[in-house]
């Protein structure tokens, strides 16, 4: 059984690593399965939220994220290796997706903050491609809720892409800017790329500058 055949045939919004899981080589048959309809389930979860409001929805999404996350690292061996560290802000320079819900919350977090994003900025990020980023000018690469001090400015409310990635390089190699070619370890959780994909599906994701631009521009039209 494939996982089209669990969604009957339609077309499903995975996270990359999900995706490269379900290609591998090495993946029984019974595995996918077991992927398959715990992804069925976080769907099915997610659903019975889909009405309520985007604070809500990325609240319920984060906690069923962290506490993956959390039961992940306490199993692992290589989430011991895990190099990230605050501070360290590379990946903060780099394509991201988010849910169309983080979005709209993250843009209330900044109002609410008294944050400024800056537009031109995010016009400018919703047309590189995940590969120009490397080659982009750092400030253009640079995350629109990233300080000049490279700190996070909505860390706790950070998107799903960012609570889940985790570096087991070096944190210098991690500059994809200084080392484009550069391929960066990373340490990631099976239920925790399930729960992420589940929200995908269910309430539609993006990239990060496209999606926060589309939040800006609506709030402009609203009278």
């Known amino acids: 059984m494939t996982f089209q055949e669990l969604f009957d045939g339609r077309e499903i919004m995975m996270t990359r690593t999900l995706a490269e899981v379900q290609r591998a080589p090495d993946m029984t048959q019974d ?34 994220l962290d506490e993956a996350l959390a039961d ?26 988010v849910m169309r819900p983080e979005a709209e919350f993250l843009v209330g977090i900044a109002a609410e903050n008294g944050l400024v994003l800056d537009k031109e900025k995010l016009n400018r990020q919703q047309m590189l491609r995940e590969g120009d980023y490397s080659t982009a000018p750092r400030k253009d690469a640079a995350c629109v809720f990233l300080d000049d001090a490279g ?31 550069q391929q960066v370890p990373t340490w990631f959780d099976m239920k925790a790329e399930i729960i992420a994909s589940a929200a995908m599906q269910v309430f539609g994701a993006g990239t990060m500058a496209e999606e926060i631009l589309k939040v800006l521009d609506r709030k402009e039209e609203e009278p």
């Open 72 to 97: 992940g690292k306490a199993r692992s061996q290589d989430a011991r290796r895990i190099s990230c560290a605050k501070g360290c802000a590379h990946c903060c320079k780099q394509y991201v997706t």
């Open 151 to 181: 700190t996070c400015t909505v860390y706790e409310f950070r998107p799903m892409s960012c609570r889940k990635y985790f570096s087991l390089a070096d944190p210098v190699l991690c500059d994809l800017i200084r080392f484009p070619h």
């Open 31 to 64: 595995e996918l399965v077991k992927i398959g309809h715990c992804l069925v389930h976080y769907v099915n979860e997610f659903e019975k939220i889909k009405a309520e409001d985007a604070a809500c929805i990325a609240a319920s999404v984060h906690h069923a």
